[in-house]
């Protein structure tokens, strides 16, 4: 006889029966830490309760959104009250959470607050230790996973920028136990290696997939790192320790290729603006030193001894025609006073009157005989004429009536 044959929509419709007839999974308690959350469009909310040893699949939806007062975020340590039963679809089991209270932060979440105060207090996130990310870099080691979707997007968005760019890959183990030393190893080896800046990340995840970049030993590396590093972990919401640490936080892989590498066409563009800016500076620095240059020439040349002695020797000379024709100028004015004085001297001259007939009378005792007053009859007198002197005596005084 032929075994009876059971559809599988069969199957799970028997199973979804069992778990919905089990008084105790139709009204349960159940505590667990949060992992993997997401808040859909709909308004449900999706997201796995885990322990130690096991995880369990939720969801919440919008309809029962009134159980939960706050946010429902990665590490969260809650008790869910719901029923667990199946969805035959798909034949999984879920917790179909009515109501979610908080009990406390989880495991993960407090050990990673616990080391990012230990570490802000010890210095490691002072804006003073980090290191400036170079505008223009030729090389460029990535710390990260071969075989994630970071690398391909570091890559690709990194040689766009730059094709001459040089990108120089560590593959590190980046999730699960021995990823924390896989990234430290890789830090360490790039540093060694003259790089001009590190990416160290991953692509996103739950708070466990990104765990290693909250390890302690990573935090150190980056920050002992001599070269300066950008971290680039999960997705722009998540926040590692490794973010704090680094010299610059990239939110994506993606923006983290786009920091590090500069586009080439931007950097052309403005070596293009400098060497035009330059060229006209050096231009018009040129001309100024030219200026300068022609100025103190001048100066040089009129400082110039030979030039000095020749303009002394040139003011001499002037000096001298001036004091040359001034004395002739001098000399012709003399000389004409000295006719003119000579004339009036002249006229005046006895010689003069002499020579035309007229004669100087004197006595005897040379005094000078002007009036027929100043003579009496038989008195010499000196006639003196223009060639001699005539002695006479007095004989006879006529008196001359003027009219």
Known sequence: MREKAYWVSEINRYIKHIFDS?????????????????????????????????????IMFASNRDGLAFELQEGQSVVVFGNITTYERDGKYQLYAKEIKLDGAGILFEKYMQL???????????????????????????????????????????????????????????????????IVRGIQVLDQMDMDVIIVGRGGGSIEDLWAFNEEIVARAIFECCTPVISAVGHETDVTIADFVADLRAPTPSAAAELAVADIREVMAQLMEYEKLLLEKMTWK???????????????????????????RQRLLNFEDKLENSM????????YKLAIFSERLEGLSPLRKLSQGYAFLTDTN?????????????????????????IANVDKTIERTRK
């Open 22 to 58: 089990d008084f105790a999974l139709g009204r349960i308690y159940i505590k667990g830490e949060v992992s993997n959350c997401k808040y859909h469009s709909s308004g449900h909310i999706y997201f796995t309760l885990k322990d130690n040893q096991s995880q369990l699949s939720c």
């Open 328 to 335: 002739k100028n001098k000399l012709e004015r003399e000389k």
């Open 116 to 182: 990012k105060k230990d570490l802000e207090e010890e210095g490691l996130f002072a804006p003073e230790y980090k290191q400036p990310i170079p505008s223009f870099s030729n090389k460029v080691g990535i710390v990260t996973a071969i075989t994630g979707a970071a690398i391909h997007d570091i890559q690709n968005i990194a040689t766009r920028r730059n094709p001459y760019i040089q990108l120089y890959l560590y593959p590190a183990q980046v999730q699960g136990q021995g990823a924390a030393e896989s």
């Open 286 to 312: 040129i001309q100024q030193y030219r200026t300068r240059l022609d100025n103190r020439k001048l100066r040089l040349e009129h400082a110039n001894p030979i030039n000095q002695l020749q303009q002394k």
């Open 366 to 390: 040379q005094n000078a005989v002007k009036s027929i007053k100043n003579i009496e009859k038989k008195d010499k007198l000196i006639i003196s004429v223009l060639d001699g002197d005539i």
